[in-house]
């Protein structure tokens, strides 16, 4: 049986695996920058206010018909 490396993330527990250590290595240092920490939160490394609700781009809120494109 061959031996897959691995790395276990001590923030949220995910397990990250891949045959070529390497690409393992990258793997985990964008998990690192995008890390939950926690099941459950938001997984964006945006920041977001709950309070903000109005479009950052009004020029392409709606589509060409005139319905909005995103779900509110």
Do not use: W
Request: proline fraction near 4%; hydrophobic fraction near 25%.
């Amino acid at each position: 049986m061959d031996f897959m490396p691995e790395i276990i993330c001590e923030d949220c527990g995910k397990r990250l695996f891949h045959e070529n250590e390497d690409t393992l290595k990258i793997e985990e240092a964008i998990h690192k920058k995008f890390c939950r920490k926690k099941e459950g939160e938001t997984q964006s490394y945006m920041h977001r206010d709950v309070t903000h609700t109005t479009t950052f781009d009004p020029e392409r809120e709606y589509d060409i018909n005139g319905n909005p494109v995103l779900k509110k």
